[in-house]
């Protein structure tokens, strides 16, 4: 379900052109299991159309001496947004520095920021961050987030570059020691006073970029205790959006597999049975039925436990 100027005529969806000042937005058309963890990967593509100059505002890098022109560097913006959210089907957050996804409510975002942007409190113009305020209004700005890295290659590029996030409602004490993983101080806030220790029902969300064998970003999460979830369910999609600066946000490619199990589930708050024939199966009208956005289920099958696989990974042509 597509929202702003996001767009699906190519072999590929477009959450926004090459143009300033626009706002885009894509959501799956059914709520997707999160609660019970979840594993997503997606090929994007950040570039300028090829008959563009770099563009932007000019920042100045350097004073030379002697009178000569100053050095300008120029760099495209502003990036993209892999959200979870209960707004609803139709959300489109602010446009700009704000991705598209602030503004919205009751989410969890993990931008992917190619601009940077101080009165946010951007660490720099390149960089990857999972920010959330619960179930209240979401916010742009790092005050906001749980962990950000500055560790990842240049995404507006223009080449492919591969995102994989993972979500696992159960915390492995080996993964905190892994050298990716952060903790801002904005987690206290989402944790007291519903728990008083790690063991509090945190998960662990990890991203990888490129072919990266290790994650470049794990941060504790509990979905089910700090968003408002439909019997542990949400819209996930990607937002985008451009200010002064701009650049095609372009996905080439998008699976998206849910990861359940009764166990973790419970322990992650979610008060409910998980089974695979509670899902919703999207009817052949609804546009993410479409194969390009074919939705990929991993159920733990049965009461026995016994896993089962419903459909088969697709991919964008």
């Not at 957050?93 to 503004?103: E, I, K, R, S």
């Not at 993410?288 to 074919?294: L, M, N, Q, S, V």
């Not at 009461?303 to 697709?314: F, K, Y």
Request: aromatic share 10%; hydrophobic share 35%; charged share 20%.
């Amino acid at each position: 379900h597509m929202q702003g100027i996001t767009n699906h005529t190519q072999n590929w969806l477009r959450l926004t052109s090459s143009r300033p000042g626009v706002v885009g937005s894509a959501w799956y058309e059914t709520k997707q299991l999160v609660i019970g963890g979840f594993s997503t990967e997606l090929y994007v593509r950040l570039k300028t159309d090829d008959d563009q100059m770099i563009p932007g505002p000019c920042k100045l890098v350097s004073h030379p001496k002697g009178g000569e022109d100053k050095q300008c560097s120029r760099r495209a913006g502003n990036g993209f947004a892999f959200v979870i959210q209960n707004t609803g089907l139709n959300a489109l957050g602010n446009g700009g520095a704000d991705m598209g996804y602030a503004g919205l409510m009751n989410g969890l975002a993990i931008e992917f920021d190619t601009w940077y942007d101080p009165h946010l409190q951007d660490p720099y113009e390149n960089h990857l961050a999972v920010l959330t305020r619960g179930k209240e209004e979401m916010w742009a700005t790092h005050t906001a987030n749980i962990g950000n890295t500055i560790e990842i290659p240049d995404l507006c590029d223009g080449e492919q570059h591969l995102i994989k996030i993972e979500y696992d409602p159960e915390m492995h004490p080996a993964r905190i020691q892994h050298p990716s993983f952060k903790a801002a101080a904005h987690l206290a806030q989402l944790v007291y006073p519903t728990g008083s220790y790690w063991k509090s029902g945190l998960g662990l969300l990890r991203i990888w970029v490129d072919d990266a064998i290790e994650p470049v970003l794990t941060v504790p999460c509990n979905l089910g205790s700090w968003l408002g979830l439909d019997a542990g369910r949400a819209y996930v999609g990607l937002t985008a959006s451009t200010g002064a600066s701009y650049q095609n946000h372009d996905v080439m490619s998008w699976i998206f597999l849910e990861e359940k199990s009764e166990t973790l589930s419970t322990q992650a708050r979610a008060g409910v049975l998980v089974r695979g024939d509670y899902d919703a199966v999207p009817h052949p009208n609804e546009r993410w039925a479409d194969p390009a956005f074919a939705r990929t289920h991993n159920y733990p099958g049965d009461a026995t436990g016994q896993p089962s696989m419903d459909g088969e990974p697709n991919l964008f042509a």
